[in-house]
């Protein structure tokens, strides 16, 4: 397991002065920001695709580039169809024969990007609840027994991101715990780690924020399936928190990172010494 944050002029600064320790950095596919990052440590892109809302706008040329460039093992895909694509629904909408549909567009999307790279080198992400008009995230892609379908039909990894289980148990009212459980933990490739907290302006439950201790609890979970073995280790270990531009300008504090991304590391090669000594 390695080790990752995502790319902040904070982070590179505590890494520099010896209060963090990373493996390498976790970046979108913007050019400028993995030339930055990669001048502290290597680097991995972490892309925008999205299953179930096609490809008209993937530049596969830039895509490929980024992959050659930096060496980033997978191809990872969030599981969120748009809910604006079927005009007779609403995002908290939930029937059985939606659900195929979704699945089914879902399953379309992945099977062309897993024929371009191979199974393999794609991983598919968990998402959270988000109604806001940019993602629209249907209901029923949040269910565990979707997503669990999904990524063992489609022959893929499991990206899993713990604050979007958190966000996703939430809303459909099932415990974190209990919903995190259901995910096919056996098959995750990549682990995001990073908290959540409810913002009363949009009403709703926003990741990217320090650990609370429930997402502690979360971690923590995570990383015991882990060192059962009843999970999967993955490559890559990130925590989520921190960024550059006004949406994380406010949110990549020092006195959080320096104390958050240490414990993370630490469940991290505790859980990787266990699985070594076992």
């Known amino acids: 397991m390695r080790f990752a944050m995502q790319y902040s002029p904070q982070a590179i600064a505590l890494l520099e ?62 599981l969120g169809p748009y809910t604006a694509d079927f005009p007779d629904k609403t995002v908290h909408d939930d029937d059985p024969v939606w659900t195929e549909q979704l699945i089914e567009r879902m399953l379309t999307d992945i099977v062309l990007v897993k024929n371009r790279f191979g199974a393999e080198r794609v991983i598919l992400e968990n998402v959270p609840y988000d109604a806001t008009p940019r993602y629209q995230i249907p209901r029923p892609v949040l269910k565990p027994d979707v997503i669990r379908r999904v990524v063992k039909e489609s022959g893929c990894g499991l990206l899993l991101d713990t604050a979007h289980a958190h966000i996703a148990a939430l809303y459909l009212g099932i415990d974190p715990l209990d919903y995190l459980s259901q995910l096919p933990g056996e098959l995750m490739r990549e682990l995001h780690i990073t908290g959540v907290r409810y913002d009363d302006t949009p009403r709703s439950w926003e990741d990217h924020f320090e650990l609370t201790a429930d997402d502690w609890r979360l971690a923590e979970f995570t990383f015991d399936k882990i060192k059962s073995g009843e999970w999967s280790a993955p490559d890559i ?27 993370i590391y630490e469940l991290m090669q505790s859980a990787q010494q266990e699985l070594i000594s076992s």
């Open 17 to 78: 002065s010896g209060q963090i320790t990373i493996d390498l950095f976790k970046c979108p596919d913007w050019d400028d920001l993995i030339a930055l990052a990669s001048a502290h440590r290597p680097v991995y892109v972490h892309f925008p695709l999205m299953a179930g809302r096609g490809f008209d706008n993937v530049d596969w040329d830039k895509l490929e580039r980024h992959l050659k460039q930096t060496g980033t093992r997978f191809v990872n895909m969030h």
């Open 237 to 263: 270990v990130a925590f989520e928190y921190g960024g550059v531009g006004e949406k994380f300008a406010w949110r990549s504090r020092p006195e959080v990172i320096s104390h958050d991304a240490p414990r």
